[in-house]
Every structure is written in structure tokens, then in C-alpha cells.
């Protein structure tokens, strides 16, 4: 390796030599100035990052090269080296949180230089509008307040709310999902995706059939801005990732409390997090000592049921209901507890069997979230630690303050199929994930009259999990049912599921075809819907799928349906009248 050394007058002792490899800057001490800079750190002991870990979140850790990314200032720098690693600027990162992004020449709306991100106000306007413009569907429900709001005499600060989705017609229990975004103020793409899997979900219902079992038989939870006075900083650039709490390292850009290690359970007790103030994993003074923390916890506490003993080795039980998201960036990972201890969970298998379902989507890898480094009084710990909830951590994309391009052609496409398996599956997390899926539903015809069949059919697929990191047990299909207008678990006891056959006949692969013929004897006239799930030969259930199909009356003519029309290019609206479509150009 060349290196070649630098020597830099007028720098004081032991910060004069430096070195170039590899492109990066070695000191062999810290440099010039109070930072922050991106270093590189090389280690030769996993021990190092986990030690790490109580002081610094790293960027990135590359294991099989033995070296992370991290934001260091003075102090950092130089503990870094002696606890033995071996630190290396790298000048392009550096520069690149030093010189924040500026509007671009035509931008009105978002982050500046990333119009694709919504600021703090934007997403609240976004989600009253959900809420005003799909009363039956929303509500937008305040919870609590930032640090700023509770304290006068700083910023203005702001109300944390929850978009609460369901079909408010639809009366009953309902099992939740609970998404969050933005705990960490920097990570532009979180927020923008659980906003955006908002509007999906209003936009589509009523017209997509999964998507509107979803909202009636379901509650969907969405924290937006979990952290917006710290959002409010990064939005100017800055590599926020705390609160703005200005008691602990006051007057500073390190000022805060780690949202992220403030959750009560198992608060500040591994080593996954840090005491000194000005750290980025500073962990708070005592548990949920932030009016965030706890506007988050009293909520999931009082809208999602304690199903699971204090103990460490105890599990929820199989049948536990209610999913928890924390989103992330960056790293593309899937992540479930614990995070503090290399221990698995009580429902570890469980978690795994879920965690490689949802990288299937998004394409990250799955893995307890001890595996990356160690880390106490998390978000997703607490949900599943106090309340049995499936708690998971996305780390998604590649960076902190990701490209509109690869939001929009990577980050939201693939995440937004894992969201909705979120939701199909917050029934049974621990269950329905290691049954098989039901696609490809088709019903022909579509419309019939009264007493005339249909053909129903659908693909049970027992084989969709990631394989990174690990294969999940995989089986034959050996069963298929569907029900008609109401889910398989709401049938009245006068009620009951109707069998699809193989259509080669046989239950004998990991992939069938099924068909049935559906009796619309004795059904109303209208649109009704079929739900289909299949049975693998271990006995698991896969979550439903849903399909639409109308009955109607052969004497009256069928009228004109003035639907949205979707054509791939274009944003576009349909005016009412089936001869006119205005188009907007992209």
C-alpha cells in the first residue's frame, strides 16, 4: 500500500503527520478543528463495534471488510483510536455533510435539493387532508407534544400525530399495525414512505379488494413526524438524529436526547447506548424522559393489548396480534429484537419466519438487531418486550439524505409490498407468515345474474422468502378455501369456508393452481367479494387475499361506472362523463 505522508505546520502536537490510503486521510491524531468529519474506521474485533455502540450509531458496518462509517467531532475521534481502531477521513462524506443541499433552480415544495421529501408541515398537511377528504376512513389524532412545545422560549415546536386508518363503519376488534417515521430527525425517505403508504391506502380503497379488506378488518397507525423538532433541523441539512432537548449539551448541533434509546424497557442497561450528553446515542437522564418517548408509548399502550409476561424468556403467544414498524435509514435491513443481547427472542423462529417475508419484498437482509451492534431502549424492544407486539426495524436505502431517484424507483416500490404484507398479515404475525400465499385471484365473469356460476381461481405459494442469510422451511400445499363477504375468522357459526381443488388435481407442490366454482344462488344483488387462503402441509394458514365480483339484475340495463383509470405516464383525472379524460403531463 503507498502512503504518503503529509506534514502539516502549525497543527499541534500529534495532529502534524498525516497520511493518504486508499484515498483517505490517516491522522495519527485527530484533525484540525472541532469537525464533525466522516471517518472510516477499521477494526480487527467485532468486540470494537459492539464497545463502539455505547458511544456512536455507526453509518455503515462492513463486517467482511472490517470497517464502519461514522461521524465523529474531536473527542470521538481520538476515543476511537484508543479503544484501537484505526480512523481514516474520507474527504468526499465529509464534504458532503458540511455543504448542505440547496433548492433546486425550479423547486417550490419539499426539502430543499429533495423535492420528493415533504418538510414537517407538508406531511401535516398532507395527512389533515387524508382525514378531511376520507372522514369515514381517518382520523388525525393528536398525541402528544414535541420538546420545544412543552418548553416556551425556543423554537415553536410542534403537536406528534398519529393517521389513524380504518373503515369507521365497520364496528368491532380489530387488530393494528403501528408504522413510525422520522424518530431520527436526518433520515429523509422513512417519512416520505409511510406517507406515501397512506395515501395508497385511501386512494385505493374501495377499488383494490386487498386493500379494502385491509382498512374494514384492520387499524392502521401511522406516525409520520415521530421526532418533527429535529426533523425541522435536518430539513436545513444538518446530520440531525436527536431531539432538540437544549438541557444536555446545550447551545449545540449535538444537543437531545436519542429517541432511540429512550424507550423504557430494558432502558440504558447493555451498553447499547451512551451517559455523555453531547454523544449521539445519549440515551436521556432516565427512562421515557422525553415528551416524544412518551406520547409514543402511552399511545401504542393504549390502543394495543399486553399480551405477552415481564419475563425475558417469555413469548407472546402464537395467536398474538398486532404488528409495530419503526422505518428507518439506512443500510437495507429487516431488523427484530432483541437488539441488546445476542440471545434470540422467545418468538425468535416466528420473527425470522416474518422478517425473511418482508426482505422477500424490499429485497434487505434479515436479522436480529443484536447482529449489527448492540442497542438499548429501542422502539421495537419496547413494543414487543412490553406488549408482545411483532416489533421490526427498516433500514432502507443507502444513505441518509437519499436521491428522489432511487426513492422513487427503489425505496418506495419495493417497501410498499412489505407495508401491505404488514397489514395482511397483523392478524397473526407469528403465524400466518409461515403459511402460503394466495395470488393472482381471478373470478370469470366478473358480473353475472342471480343463480348463474363463477370460476374462481388463485396460485398458493408457499415459497416466497428471502434466502439471504438463511433458508426458510418450505412445504407442499395441502389445502385452499375461500369465503364470501365476510373474512374466514368473522364466519358465524352458521357460516363456513368452501374448498378450492388443485386444478392438476392433486396437492402435491410448493406451488398449486385452485379453482372453484362459486354458487351465486341466493346472493344479493351488488358487488360482493371472495376471500382465498391456502394451507401448507405443516397446517399453517397464509394470510387472505380478495377478489371483487357483482350479482345483478338481468332486467336492468347496466349503467356507466365512472371509475379512476390508470395509465402508466400520465398523472391524470377523469371528468364525469366517459368521453372526456383530461390529461396532466408528467
Known amino acids: 500500500m ?5 506534514l502539516s505546520s502549525g497543527s499541534a502536537p500529534g495532529q502534524q503527520l498525516s497520511a493518504f490510503a486508499n484515498g483517505h486521510r490517516i491522522f495519527a491524531g485527530p484533525p484540525d478543528g472541532d469537525g464533525p468529519w466522516m471517518v472510516r474506521a477499521y477494526y480487527s474485533d467485532p468486540e470494537m463495534v459492539r464497545e463502539l455502540a455505547s458511544r456512536l450509531e455507526p453509518w455503515e458496518v462492513h463486517p467482511d471488510e472490517g470497517y464502519l462509517v461514522a461521524e465523529v467531532d474531536q473527542e470521538l475521534f481520538t476515543w476511537m483510536q484508543s479503544i484501537g481502531f484505526r480512523v481514516e477521513v474520507d474527504p468526499a ?3 458532503l455533510i458540511q455543504q448542505p443541499a440547496a433548492a433546486l433552480p425550479s423547486q417550490v415544495n419539499g426539502i430543499p435539493g429533495f423535492p420528493c421529501y415533504r418538510t414537517v408541515e407538508e406531511s401535516y398537511i398532507t395527512a389533515a387532508n387524508i382525514a378531511n377528504s376520507y372522514s369515514t376512513l381517518a382520523s388525525w389524532l393528536d398525541i402528544g ?30 387488530p393494528g399495525l403501528f408504522i413510525m417515521s422520522g424518530l431520527h430527525a436526518r433520515e429523509y425517505a422513512p417519512v416520505e414512505l409511510n406517507s406515501r403508504f397512506a395515501e395508497y391506502l385511501v386512494e385505493n380503497y374501495g377499488d383494490d379488494p386487498d386493500v379494502t379488506w385491509l382498512l374494514d378488518y384492520n387499524e392502521v397507525h401511522l406516525l409520520l413526524q415521530a421526532n418533527p423538532d429535529g426533523r425541522k433541523k435536518a430539513e436545513s441539512g444538518l446530520t440531525w438524529r436527536k431531539n432538540t432537548d437544549n438541557l ?73 396480534e398486532g404488528t409495530f414498524l419503526d422505518l428507518h435509514s439506512y443500510g437495507r435491513l429487516v431488523l427484530w429484537p432483541w437488539g441488546f443481547i445476542n440471545q434470540d427472542a422467545p418468538n425468535g423462529s416466528a420473527f425470522q419466519t416474518l422478517g425473511r417475508k418482508f426482505a ?58 412489505a407495508l401491505l404484507y404488514a397489514a395482511k398479515s397483523a392478524r397473526r404475525p407469528y403465524q400466518s407468515p409461515a403459511g402460503p400465499d394466495a395470488l393472482n385471484l381471478s373470478i370469470i365473469p366478473n358480473q353475472v345474474a342471480p343463480g348463474n356460476p363463477l370460476q374462481l381461481s388463485a396460485t398458493i405459494d408457499d415459497t416466497r422468502y428471502s434466502i439471504l442469510g438463511g433458508a426458510e422451511p418450505i412445504q407442499n400445499i395441502a389445502a385452499a378455501e375461500y369465503s364470501l363477504d365476510v373474512p374466514p375468522w368473522s364466519l358465524s357459526p352458521a357460516e363456513s369456508t368452501y374448498p378450492l381443488l388443485a386444478a392438476d388435481g392433486s396437492f402435491d407442490e410448493q406451488i398449486e393452481a385452485v379453482v372453484a366454482a362459486i354458487d351465486t344462488a341466493g346472493l344479493s344483488l351488488g358487488r360482493h367479494i371472495a376471500y382465498v387462503r391456502g394451507q401448507d402441509a405443516a397446517g399453517n394458514w397464509g394470510p387472505v387475499s380478495a377478489s371483487f365480483f357483482s350479482v345483478l339484475d338481468p332486467n336492468i340495463p347496466p349503467a356507466i361506472a365512472f371509475l379512476p383509470v390508470v395509465l402508466k405516464g400520465y398523472n391524470h383525472r377523469v371528468q364525469n362523463t366517459p368521453a372526456v379524460i383530461l390529461f396532466d403531463q408528467p
Do not use: M
Open 93 to 95: 462524506l465529509t464534504r
Open 248 to 320: 444536555y449539551c446545550t447551545n449545540s448541533n449535538y444537543r437531545g436526547v436519542d429517541l432511540n434509546r429512550n424507550f423504557a424497557f430494558q432502558w440504558g442497561l447493555w451498553g447499547g447506548s451512551s451517559g455523555f450528553q453531547c454523544d449521539e446515542v445519549y440515551r436521556g437522564p432516565t427512562a421515557s424522559s422525553e415528551p416524544e418517548t412518551q406520547a409514543i408509548q402511552n399511545y401504542v399502550r393504549s390502543h394495543f393489548p399486553d399480551q405477552r409476561q415481564d419475563a425475558l424468556s417469555a413469548p407472546a403467544p402464537a395467536d398474538a
Open 145 to 174: 407534544d414535541s420538546w420545544e412545545k412543552t418548553n416556551p422560549g425556543g423554537d415553536q415546536g410542534y403537536d406528534l400525530y398519529v393517521l389513524r386508518l380504518t373503515n369507521s363503519q365497520i364496528a368491532g376488534a380489530k
Open 2 to 6: 503507498l502512503l504518503l505522508l503529509v
Open 360 to 417: 422477500y419484498f424490499n429485497g434487505y437482509d434479515p436479522q436480529q438487531a443484536y447482529e449489527l451492534y448492540p442497542t438499548d431502549g429501542t422502539s421495537d424492544d419496547f413494543a414487543y418486550g412490553e406488549l408482545g407486539l411483532a416489533g421490526y426495524t427498516f433500514e432502507v436505502g443507502t444513505t441518509f439524505f437519499q436521491d428522489c431517484n432511487s426513492f422513487e424507483n427503489l425505496i418506495l416500490p419495493t417497501n410498499l409490498p
